[in-house]
């Protein structure tokens, strides 16, 4: 158990709406990170965070944003979901010694109806 | 800029073969390099890694990989397959400074055949 959560695990939606998944990590590390998986495309980056309140944009980021309040939550917000956001996300810390390696929560599958 | 390949997005082996699964990298500085597993409905899960010092990496489950600097290569071989190791395998090549671009190879779907 890599000390990271995600919620929900399955979510269904429908276009327009706003959805919002969260990250909990219990181990106090700074960089956390958001990641969409897309069958032929391996993990893209949406948005990292390097610490409170402290964020910056990945290389897929629009129609995403995220915020973090507090160290051990990381949440990313659809403010106006598509069918083109239907994906598995996934959350991650950087950790491990010498703080070079990203551990992975379990995702959260999203479909966009 | 770094980027990885990874081919072949479908290997087969035997039960008991030998699995070699093939990643090459290209990165601007010293990469940091990494091999990660995917069962089904779940997340990612670090098999092994590169960062510095010996070519060859040992991870869990019997698994190995070397860094080959002149082949840019970092290729993940394990000497007998087992039924377990049907997965989704990740390369992934990273800078070791500022907020860790991680850039992630699109996967290799691993059939073992009894």
């Known amino acids: 158990d890599a000390g990271i959560t995600q919620s929900p695990r399955h979510k269904v939606t429908e276009t327009g709406t706003p959805v919002t998944l969260r990250c909990h990590q219990t181990e106090n590390h700074r960089y956390m990170y958001w990641y969409r998986q897309d069958p032929g495309h391996g993990l893209r980056l949406i948005h990292y965070?390097?610490?409170?309140?402290?964020?910056d944009k990945g290389e897929v980021s629009d129609g995403y944003s995220v915020s973090r309040s507090k160290t051990e939550d990381f949440l990313l917000t659809l403010e106006s979901a598509t069918s083109s956001q239907t994906s598995v996300y996934f959350c991650a810390f950087r950790g491990g010694e010498g703080a070079d390696t990203q551990y992975f929560g379990p995702g959260t599958r999203l479909t966009v109806l | 800029a770094q980027s990885v390949t990874q081919l072949g997005s479908h290997v087969s082996v035997s039960e008991g073969a030998l699995v070699l699964l093939r990643c090459n990298y290209s990165s601007s500085v010293p990469p940091y390099l990494f091999w990660y597993v995917q069962y089904p409905n779940q997340g990612l899960q670090l098999l092994l890694k590169y960062t510095t010092g010996a070519t060859l990496v040992k991870g869990i489950n019997g698994f190995e990989a070397e860094f080959k600097k002149s082949e840019t290569s970092f290729h993940l071989t394990k000497p007998s397959a087992h039924m377990s190791d049907a997965a989704e395998y990740f390369c992934?090549?990273?800078?070791?400074?500022?907020?860790?671009?991680?850039?992630f190879g699109t996967g290799t779907k691993l059939q073992v055949i009894p």
């Open positions: 992934a090549v990273s800078s070791s400074g500022g907020y860790q671009k991680v850039t």
């Open positions: 965070s390097y610490g409170v309140k402290d964020t």
